[in-house]
């Protein structure tokens, strides 16, 4: 593999006399494969030169640029890449999928015409689109492994593999833990050694070096590593050559001469990569080890494709015509389809390990528990749909399952239920399961009239404390409805509620114990939830129970950062306490009222007026 660096400025171009050597235009590196695939990362300002270095080398233009994220110092150099402007080039360009906003509508979004002349659907190369998530995929004979990095917008590292050798490009990246930062290994978290693995073995390293140690203190949360934990990562993961890049724009060359000097007299008692800081031109030959590509760990991560594609539904139903029906809406999504009488559901399950069982209630099973048991088949949890006559919440909750078709229903319908069950599994997003005491859950929020409320200051002032106390953007009272998460009070946020199956807070009502979600990014419960992909952009979540006195939980005091973090135990403790006050407010508040049906919306039992 041969890559060539165009551009190793972090944040802004920085052209002038005292950045000639290692170059002023921001992040672009050029990798091409011994068969001549090429593959270019980050579209920063030096994809200006790259892209008339390839057009005055005439030819095919083809080729893929791989974005880590979209901030502008990755990405502004796209307008100004020429071969995306000859007709008949070729190019895919790949990104982190967000939620709201397609890749194409963020990079169209830098061409408008207020900024640009051109727009992105002037351009006269054919020109796709591909959104990722964390994975593995292949560009021709280059394996790209994906892995989300730890910046303040959704970012991935990639690791390429091609021609026995491996280069990680690892910008833009903060350490987890502070002592990291300074380059220390002692404390390393989870998420750290997690990084180091998804670099292990590599011949080459390009990492965000963007600050020194003595900088970090006034640069935590900035997104960006130092030089000291890029060597010490690069240690850990006994990566054969380091380069340091993402220099930042007050670092002259003169500076950046110094720390490498530094950094390779420290590393001399140690069995140390080869440290060097990247400059703009620089040409490196990889010649890998097949080995060393084959030892390399890499993350244990998902297949990126249709998720859909490689699942499984095994049919437990008995009502004639209805396996047909479901086999064919099913096989026309690309789901193979298998189907079991009632006694061999649970050994079906256990050999073919579905995606999802669709379960028909005939009323002459006890089909809650054959639902409970089908689900413990195997390590994961088999998501079991319910298709049922009768309207039994209790029914739905001995039996955990995930989602029901209540008779009649439409092919349609079933259709999107078994989809969203299978894709749900398939992605790293879950629903919480319901709590045992959901039943009187509800039935305790419609006594005490708690939904649907005006904003009341007595609890405002709680979330403005908290979200104060913790320096958090969001902190919030919220209280968990039959489909809903609705804010009691919300300090940061303006939306009054968000969707139960999207509620970070549903999964802490369930165990009455307080949830600390450091990453939600590197949390398989919470990965590809709407709400960490797109608005809010949930990053940490820690939320606690608040438990009547009566016994009931009723919902969550949570509080919530864009970016990952951790409680340590007085946090804990002092959340606690923020949770107690929002108790007691809401207890005096709301006594309970009896209610003749406790199944009747909050608004027709007499409850204060909605506030829209
Ligand atoms: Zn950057
Ligand atoms: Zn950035």
């Not at 998804?198 to 070096?209: K, M, N, T």
């Not at 008692?269 to 440290?275: L, N, R, S, T, V």
């Not at 005091?557 to 864009?562: E, G, M, N």
Request: include cysteine.
């Amino acid at each position: 593999m041969l890559i060539r660096f165009y551009g190793t400025r972090g944040s802004l171009p920085t052209p002038g006399p005292s950045t000639v050597r290692y170059g002023g235009n921001t992040s672009c590196v050029m990798v091409r494969s011994q068969s001549g695939t090429l593959v270019i990362i980050d579209a920063g300002t030096g994809a200006a030169v790259l892209g008339r270095e390839l057009v005055a080398a005439g030819g095919k233009l083809r080729g893929h640029i791989l974005i880590g994220h979209t901030h502008w110092d990755h990405i502004q150099g796209f307008p100004f890449f020429a071969p995306v402007f000859q007709a008949g080039g070729e190019w895919d360009i790949y990104a982190p999928r967000g939620f709201r906003q397609t890749l194409e509508d963020v990079l169209g979004g830098q061409m408008q015409c207020t900024y640009f002349p051109i727009q992105l659907s002037q351009l006269r190369a054919n020109i796709r689109f591909h959104e990722l998530i964390e994975g593995e995929f292949h560009v021709e004979d280059i394996k790209v492994t994906a892995r989300y990095l730890n910046h303040t917008a959704l970012t991935l590292g990639y690791r390429l593999e091609c021609d026995g050798a491996a280069v990680v490009y690892s910008c833009d990246h903060e350490p987890h833990s502070r002592p990291f930062a300074e380059g220390s290994l002692s404390d390393l978290s989870d998420q750290d050694r997690t990084h180091a693995a998804f670099l292990g073995g590599a011949d080459l390293l390009i990492h965000d070096a963007q600050y020194i140690a003595s900088e970090y203190q006034s640069k935590i949360n900035w997104g960006h590593s130092t030089v000291e934990c890029a060597v010490a990562v690069a240690r850990l993961a006994k990566v054969k050559r380091l380069a340091l890049t993402h220099h930042d724009p007050t670092r002259s060359d003169v500076a950046i001469d110094a720390i490498v000097e530094r950094l390779r007299a420290q590393m001399d008692a140690f069995p140390a990569p080869d440290i060097f800081a990247a400059a703009e031109g620089q040409e490196i030959e990889l010649v890998g080890s097949v080995e060393s590509a084959a030892s390399a760990e890499a993350p244990a991560t998902s297949d990126i494709g249709p998720a859909l594609a490689e699942s499984r539904a095994l049919l437990v139903v008995a009502t004639p015509g209805r396996t047909k029906m479901f086999t064919d809406i099913l096989m026309s999504d690309g789901v193979a389809v298998s189907a079991a009488a009632i006694t061999d559901a649970e050994a079906m399950t256990a050999r073919i390990h579905p995606s999802v069982v669709v379960l028909e209630d005939r009323g002459d099973v006890d089909i809650a528990s054959l639902a409970a048991r089908l689900r413990r088949v195997g390590t994961n949890e088999t998501p079991v749909i319910l298709v049922t006559g009768r309207e039994d919440e209790r029914l739905m909750m001995a039996g955990g399952f995930v989602d029901r078709l209540l008779e009649p229903f439409k092919p349609s319908y079933a259709q999107a239920r078994v989809r969203a069950a299978i894709m749900r599994r398939a992605s790293r997003w879950q629903r919480a399961p319901l709590p045992e005491d959901e039943h009187r859950r509800l039935t305790e929020l419609q006594r005490r009239r708690l939904l649907d409320t005006p904003p009341e200051e007595r609890l405002d002032r709680i979330t403005r404390m908290a979200a104060a106390a913790f320096a958090v953007p969001i902190a919030l009272i919220t209280l968990i409805d039959a489909e809903r998460q609705w804010f009691k009070s919300s300090c940061g946020l303006d939306a009054r509620e968000f969707e139960r199956e999207e509620s970070f807070c549903a999964h802490a009502i369930v165990d009455r114990d307080v949830l600390v979600v450091p990453d939600a990014l590197l949390d398989d419960r919470f990965a590809e939830n709407p709400l960490v992909l797109g608005p809010p952009g949930i990053r940490f979540y820690a939320g606690h129970p608040l438990i009547l006195s009566g016994g009931t939980c009723i919902g969550t005091l949570c509080i919530i950062d864009r970016r990952p973090r951790d409680l340590d135990l007085q946090h804990l403790a002092l959340l606690k306490d923020f949770a107690n006050l929002a108790i007691e407010e809401l207890e005096k508040g709301s006594p309970p009222v009896e209610v003749s049906n406790p199944h009747e919306p909050a608004m027709m039992t007499g409850n204060a007026p909605n506030n829209g």
